[in-house]
């Protein structure tokens, strides 16, 4: 069992919070994580996609005001909206009688409806927290490769070998595909979608560009733009934003497109072992969509994430800009050797940023330029959490 670093700051919030919303995408581990809350608070597991357990919520606010006592988790609310309201009632009637926090942790694998469904009935009742995959800072330096190379879902990381760690991936992605996808009322055939998630693992932090994945998919440029705001909501892929503040330059607008996990654009790519994959034109983008998924895994929340490219060419991979307005500039290299374009350098004088980091492949830290330290990944996680 690897230590889950949300744990602590899921105690925590149920600590201070009727109800809190844990978000994350299927099989990171949402579920056994919430169970080991459940068992220090002699708490209640219902699986609403389980009818034995939904049956017992025919009439909610009987059934849980009977449960006032313990901790109940309701696994993947969003199939359930309708129960919103009853758990407004009875957090406010307990409240009353001085029942302030601890009651429900509500699990949920799409964010977007899910916050929108629950802040509307549950505003200033509810607390959120995202689960990411396993991260290079749980599963410690010696086993950063591999978590690069198998991705941060448990299952594919801790399988007995990488056949086995490819199967469960493939797996996970034909569930997305033939279940999770219609659920959300995708109509397209599993196999154009397949082709469309290809195309995205081929263009890993490309720029987004829905007309060409229109044309080459054959299907209308909307129904494209539908797929890519679902796979963000069920945390498949993040649009990582341009930084938008006036420099007076000709910024680039696009957002960038990455699959979230490395684990999943392997698969995609059918790229079949590590070797593979150094050889193969994706690594650096992969290596830097990995970086950007474990830095943001620990950064501060409501940490803004964003990159600068101007049209001519002056680029910082990616910048953190904190909520006291202070900025990280952060330059990604997987090599041991780090090498610094002139644009990077014209971007620092753009941004003038508080920090800037290179995270690259080796461990040592050491200054590059006065203003510039070379990092590893593991390193600048932990300054992310303060040290």
């Given at each position: 069992?690897?230590?889950?670093?949300?744990?602590?700051?899921?105690?925590?919030?149920?600590?201070?919070?009727?109800?809190?919303?844990?978000?994350g995408p299927r099989q990171v581990g949402k579920t056994t994580l919430a169970k080991q809350c459940a068992a220090e608070r002699e708490g209640i597991y219902l699986d609403l996609?389980?009818?034995?357990?939904?049956?017992?919520?025919?009439?909610?606010?009987?059934?849980?005001?009977?449960?006032?006592?313990?901790?109940?988790?309701?696994?993947?609310?969003?199939?359930?909206?309708?129960?919103?309201?009853?758990?407004?009632?009875?957090?406010?009637?307990?409240?009353?009688?001085?029942?302030?926090?601890?009651?429900?942790?509500?699990?949920?694998?799409?964010?977007?409806?899910?916050?929108?469904?629950?802040?509307?009935?549950?505003?200033?009742?509810?607390?959120?927290?995202?689960?990411?995959?396993?991260?290079?800072?749980?599963?410690?330096?010696?086993?950063?490769?591999?978590?690069?190379?198998?991705?941060?879902?448990?299952?594919?990381?801790?399988?007995?070998?990488?056949?086995?760690?490819?199967?469960?991936?493939?797996?996970?992605?034909?569930?997305?595909?033939?279940?999770?996808?219609?659920?959300?009322?995708?109509?397209?055939?599993?196999?154009?979608?397949?082709?469309?998630?290809?195309?995205?693992?081929h263009a890993q932090g490309g720029l987004a560009n829905a007309a060409v994945l229109s044309r080459n998919l054959e299907v209308d440029v909307r129904t494209v733009q539908a797929?890519?705001?679902?796979?963000?909501?069920?945390?498949?892929?993040?649009?990582?934003?341009?930084?938008?503040?006036?420099?007076?330059?000709?910024?680039?607008?696009?957002?960038?497109?990455?699959?979230?996990?490395?684990?999943?654009?392997?698969?995609?790519?059918?790229?079949?072992?590590?070797?593979?994959?150094?050889?193969?034109?994706?690594?650096?983008?992969?290596?830097?969509?990995?970086?950007?998924?474990?830095?943001?895994?620990?950064?501060?929340?409501?940490?803004?994430?964003?990159?600068?490219?101007?049209?001519?060419?002056?680029?910082?991979?990616?910048?953190?800009?904190?909520?006291?307005?202070?900025?990280?500039?952060?330059?990604?290299?997987?090599?041991?050797?780090?090498?610094?374009?002139?644009?990077?350098?014209?971007?620092?004088?753009?941004?003038?940023?508080?920090?800037?980091?290179?995270?690259?492949?080796?461990?040592?830290?050491?200054?590059?330029?006065?203003?510039?330290?070379?990092?590893?990944?593991?390193?600048?996680?932990?300054?992310?959490?303060?040290?």
């Amino acid at each position: 069992m690897i230590a889950r670093r949300a744990f602590s700051k899921l105690n925590e919030l149920l600590g201070r919070f009727p109800a809190v919303v844990l978000l994350g995408p299927r099989q990171v581990g949402k579920t056994t994580l919430a169970k080991q809350c459940a068992a220090e608070r002699e708490g209640i597991y219902l699986d609403l996609e389980s009818q034995r357990d939904l049956s017992k919520l025919s009439d909610p606010e009987d059934y849980l005001s009977q449960r006032e006592d313990k901790l109940v988790i309701l696994d993947e609310i969003q199939r359930v909206p309708e129960l919103f309201p009853s758990l407004r009632g009875l957090i406010d009637e307990g409240r009353s009688r001085g029942l302030r926090e601890g009651r429900f942790l509500l699990l949920g694998s799409a964010s977007l409806e899910l916050i929108q469904q629950s802040s509307e009935t549950l505003a200033g009742r509810i607390a959120y927290l995202e689960m990411q995959p396993l991260d290079a800072l749980e599963v410690g330096r010696e086993a950063l490769p591999k978590l690069w190379w198998r991705g941060g879902f448990p299952d594919s990381f801790l399988a007995a070998s990488d056949v086995a760690s490819s199967e469960y991936r493939d797996f996970l992605i034909r569930s997305y595909l033939e279940r999770e996808m219609p659920l959300h009322g995708v109509r397209l055939a599993a196999g154009k979608l397949r082709n469309l998630w290809t195309m995205l693992a081929h263009a890993q932090g490309g720029l987004a560009n829905a007309a060409v994945l229109s044309r080459n998919l054959e299907v209308d440029v909307r129904t494209v733009q539908a797929q890519l705001d679902l796979l963000e909501n069920l945390f498949f892929l993040r649009r990582l934003q341009p930084w938008h503040r006036n420099t007076g330059k000709r910024m680039v607008k696009s957002p960038r497109l990455y699959i979230r996990d490395s684990g999943l654009v392997h698969e995609l790519l059918g790229i079949g072992s590590a070797e593979a994959l150094a050889g193969h034109p994706v690594v650096g983008a992969s290596w830097e969509g990995f970086v950007i998924e474990n830095l943001l895994a620990c950064a501060p929340p409501r940490t803004e994430a964003s990159f600068y490219r101007t049209a001519s060419g002056a680029e910082v991979d990616l910048v953190l800009t904190f909520r006291d307005g202070k900025s990280w500039a952060v330059e990604i290299k997987r090599g041991l050797s780090p090498v610094l374009s002139a644009g990077f350098f014209t971007a620092l004088d753009d941004l003038k940023p508080d920090k800037t980091f290179v995270v690259y492949g080796g461990e040592d830290r050491y200054r590059l330029k006065p203003e510039v330290e070379a990092i590893s990944l593991i390193d600048l996680q932990r300054e992310l959490l303060g040290g």
